[in-house]
Each structure stands twice: as structure tokens, then as C-alpha cells.
């Protein structure tokens, strides 16, 4: 590889999660590409969010958010979360998005297949982004969308994978799956 003058952001294809937050009566939700599930004990995600994003001051004044996964037919409200600003329309309202309220306060989107409910653990700054990462306090999914062995469920779920520049893949048991129970069996002599 010859070194470059420029960065090459290369963290696409990737899942999108749709960060929720309620906040003085009003719900917002924003999509995100850059997240993480955290730690197992305690469970904790991460999300990164821009300051200048109007989800980042609903976040840093109710101290709460939720993190909900949508599937492949909902890739649209996907993009239009992120690019619509939740200071200038009601983008549940506008794009007639079902959801409903968690117990304190934690909304979710009805459609997710998959949502945690996170208490604001910290807020740390990174460059344009601050990364802020929850204590997840609640776990929603539908059962019929995982196997028992915790995967996805492909014949029952069809997973968005963002590309970049508005375009978004499906993931869905049409994709190679394979299983490596021995890495060395794929090193070529």
C-alpha cells in the first residue's frame, strides 16, 4: 500500500442505529453510524454524537437515551432521522413513525426489532463527535428475530448495512454466512 495525504474513512458498511431520546414532552429520534456495543458486565453502548445535532442537547438534558435497531423496509425513516433536524419538524409526526414510551421515559420505536434503554454513563469529547455511552438498564427484542444461539434470525429479518452517501445494503440469508471454528483452515500455503 503506498501512504496517502488524506484520511480514507473507512467504517462502511455498517448497522445504523437510531438513537431515541424524550425530553420536556417531546420525543426525538436520530440516526447514528457510529456506535458500539461497550462492555458485557456492566452492559454499556456507545454512540457518537455531534454537538452541534439537536439529539445531543435532548441527550445531555434528560440524561437518557435508547439506541433501536429498525429493519431493511424501514431504511428510509433510517436516512430521513439523519438528515432531518429534530429542532425543525416532529420527524415521528412527519413521517408517521410509531412509537411508545418505556418506562421512564425511554421511547422506542415500535418497528425495532431490538432496542436497549440506556442511562447516560459519560460524555466523552472526540474531535467533531462526543462519544456518549449509556448504562443499558432495559433490553427489548422480538424472539422470532433471533435464533436460539443469540444470531439473527435471516429467514425472519432483513438487516440495513448503511454504504455511505444515502445507499444501504440488505443483509439477509441471500449472504454468504460462514462460520470459522478454525481460523488456520483458511490460510492459504
Not at 474513512?9 to 420525543?27: D, L, N, T
Not at 436520530?30 to 462492555?39: E, K, Q, V
Not at 443499558?136 to 422480538?142: L, P, V
Amino acid at each position: 500500500m503506498k501512504r496517502k495525504d488524506h484520511v480514507k474513512m473507512h467504517s462502511y458498511p455498517g448497522m445504523v442505529a437510531v438513537v431515541g431520546v424524550f425530553h420536556e414532552g417531546k420525543v426525538n429520534f436520530m440516526a447514528a453510524g457510529w456506535h458500539a456495543y461497550l462492555s458485557m458486565s456492566p452492559p454499556m453502548y456507545g454512540v457518537a454524537i455531534g454537538r452541534e445535532r439537536h439529539t445531543y442537547d435532548l441527550v445531555k438534558q434528560s440524561k437518557k437515551f435508547t439506541i433501536n435497531f429498525l429493519p431493511f423496509d424501514k431504511a428510509g425513516f433510517i436516512q430521513y432521522s439523519g438528515t432531518a433536524s429534530g429542532a425543525d419538524v416532529d420527524k415521528n409526526q412527519m413521517y408517521d413513525q410509531p412509537w411508545e414510551m418505556e418506562r421512564n421515559g425511554f421511547p422506542l420505536l415500535a418497528h425495532a426489532y431490538l432496542a436497549y434503554e440506556c442511562q447516560v454513563h459519560q460524555i466523552v469529547p472526540t474531535g467533531d463527535h462526543d462519544w456518549v455511552i449509556g448504562d443499558i438498564e432495559g433490553c427489548h427484542y422480538k424472539e422470532e428475530k433471533f435464533l436460539e444461539n443469540g444470531l439473527p434470525n435471516f429467514e425472519d429479518l432483513n438487516i440495513p448495512l448503511y454504504l455511505g452517501r444515502s445507499s444501504y445494503m440488505r443483509l439477509n440469508e441471500g449472504v454468504e454466512v460462514k462460520e470459522v471454528n478454525d481460523p488456520l483452515s483458511f490460510k492459504k500455503s
